[in-house]
T-cell receptor, first 113, second 117 residues
């Protein structure tokens, strides 16, 4: 069965500091992984995805994610956080026949000025 | 503008009163899906559709129905809503379910906040 886990309900970081939002996955077969962001009263927006290839994936708004097969992780990172990055972040995985998506429980990122 | 629309955005109803939440996309996407979002649980898939007249259950389909008579529309039907269906609902679509399109990201609607009293 496919699943993702986001071990932190909340991450607090000061503006200008690097941020990491953690995600670990469990899949049968190759992992196809996604990160989405949700701003208040909005739907989810796509940030980036890992399908194959380079383990460091770059996405929207300066975010990147590092795929680590041995640790079954796909952590979201940004070198320098902005207050406007404050939002709810979801990691997701797609199942082997590409019709079901599994989301993590979400991590609330708070970036303080 | 490419988008997924949902209506209504907010709905308060009573137990047992049938309701429909509409979802429409203008991107000619084959794949559409419904999710519910609950605190601490993330998003859980209710139903999905790979194309017109092709629907299947997600992880939490009990108490819900869907239909896909047209490519652009994918309504969610609650025949007899109960308080445990109080939640935030999202519709999403994705282009091309075949070939490399299966890796495409989903586009989400703005959400429908449903309260069942």
């Amino acid at each position: 069965a496919q699943s993702v886990a986001q071990p932190e309900d909340q991450v607090n970081v000061a503006e200008g500091n690097p941020l990491t939002v953690k995600c670990t996955y469990s899949v049968s077969g190759n992992p196809y992984l996604f990160w989405y962001v949700q701003y208040p009263n909005r739907g989810l927006q796509f940030l980036l995805k890992y399908i194959t290839g380079d383990n460091l994936v770059k996405g929207s708004y300066g975010f990147e994610a590092e795929f680590n097969k041995s640790q079954t992780s796909f952590h979201l990172k940004k070198p320098s956080a902005l207050v406007s990055d404050s939002a709810l972040y979801f990691c997701a995985v797609i199942n082997y026949n590409f019709n079901k998506f599994y989301f993590g429980s979400g991590t609330k990122l708070n970036v303080k000025p | 503008e490419a988008q997924v629309t949902q209506n209504p955005r907010y709905l308060i109803t009573v137990t047992g009163k049938k309701l429909t939440v509409t979802c429409s996309q203008n991107m000619n996407h084959e794949y559409m899906s419904w999710y519910r979002q609950d605190p601490g649980l993330g998003l859980r898939q209710i139903y999905y559709s790979m194309n017109v007249e092709v629907t299947d259950k997600g992880d939490v389909p009990e108490g819900y129905k869907v239909s896909r008579k047209e490519k652009r529309n994918f309504p969610l039907i609650l025949e007899s809503p109960s308080p445990n269906q109080t939640s935030l609902y999202f519709c999403a679509s994705r282009g091309s379910s075949t070939g490399t399109g299966v890796y495409n990201e989903q586009f989400f609607g703005p959400g429908t906040r449903l309260t069942v009293l």
